[in-house]
Nanobody, 113 residues
Framework: QVQLVESGGGLVQAGDSLRLSCVASGRTSVAYSMGWFRQAPGKERELIAYITDEGKPNYADSVKGRLAISRDHSKNPVFLQMNTLKPEDTAVYYC???????WGQGTQVTVSA
């Protein structure tokens, strides 16, 4: 079992930055890729970034250049740096262990115009 806890969300203005964190506990010694998803009201959950066990980041085209995913040398926690936020970034952001059923509870990000 793996438990994931996200933090760092909040209400910001367009152009601001936020850094989300995801801390994993439990069976974390297994190598895994970690992803960040988001779900806006009325929309499907979408993958926006993931980082491999070796530390290679990957991004959805919609967020390239504005978001950066990283993990520290111990692989825990995983961060999502979000810059130049836009109102369309408003969503609940979820941390996920890729290719598993492990999800965090989500953290709300709201960007006002």
């Amino acid at each position: 079992q793996v438990q994931l806890v996200e933090s760092g969300g909040g209400l910001v203005q367009a152009g601001d930055s936020l850094r989300l964190s995801c801390v994993a506990s439990g069976r974390t010694s297994v190598a895994y890729s970690m992803g960040w998803f988001r779900q806006a009201p009325g929309k499907e959950r979408e993958l926006i970034a993931y980082i491999t066990d070796e530390g290679k980041p990957n991004y959805a085209d919609s967020v390239k250049g504005r978001l950066a995913i990283s993990r520290d040398h111990s692989k825990n926690p995983v961060f999502l740096q979000m810059n130049t936020l836009k109102p369309e970034d408003t969503a609940v952001y979820y941390c996920h262990v890729m290719d598993t059923n492990y999800w965090g509870q989500g953290t709300q990000v709201t960007v006002s115009a």
